[in-house]
């Protein structure tokens, strides 16, 4: 099992920054890819950004060269340093691991970007 424990969301204004942290524990060994999701009120999860061990980065078009994710394997550590928020990018925003057995998520993280 992997568990996740997210952190750093909040309430920031409309161009501000925010960094997440999302913390794994467990079979760490196991774990393949690490990602960001998020899920705005009324909307379907989706796809923010993704990171292999290797380092290899994937971003959603809305998000790419805004948002930068990256991993400190030695910390168990995934960060998601957001830039230029919009209003519109308000949500809950989850941190993912894909793991030998499955997949594992965090219980989230609000961001709320004000106008």
């Known amino acids: 099992q992997v568990q996740l424990v997210e952190s750093g969301g909040g309430l920031v204004q409309a161009g501000g920054s925010l960094r997440l942290s999302c913390a794994a524990s467990g079979s760490i060994f196991s774990i393949n890819s690490m990602g960001w999701y998020r899920q705005a009120p009324g909307k379907q999860r989706e796809l923010v950004a993704t990171i292999t061990s290797g380092g290899r980065a994937k971003y959603a078009d809305s998000v790419k060269g805004r948002f930068t994710i990256s991993r400190d394997n030695a910390e168990n550590t995934v960060y998601l340093q957001m830039t230029s928020l919009k209003p519109e990018e308000t949500a809950v925003y989850y941190c993912?691991?894909?793991?030998?057995?499955?997949?594992?998520w965090g219980q989230g993280t609000q961001v709320t970007v004000s106008s």
């Open positions: 993912n691991a894909d793991y030998l057995f499955g997949l594992a």
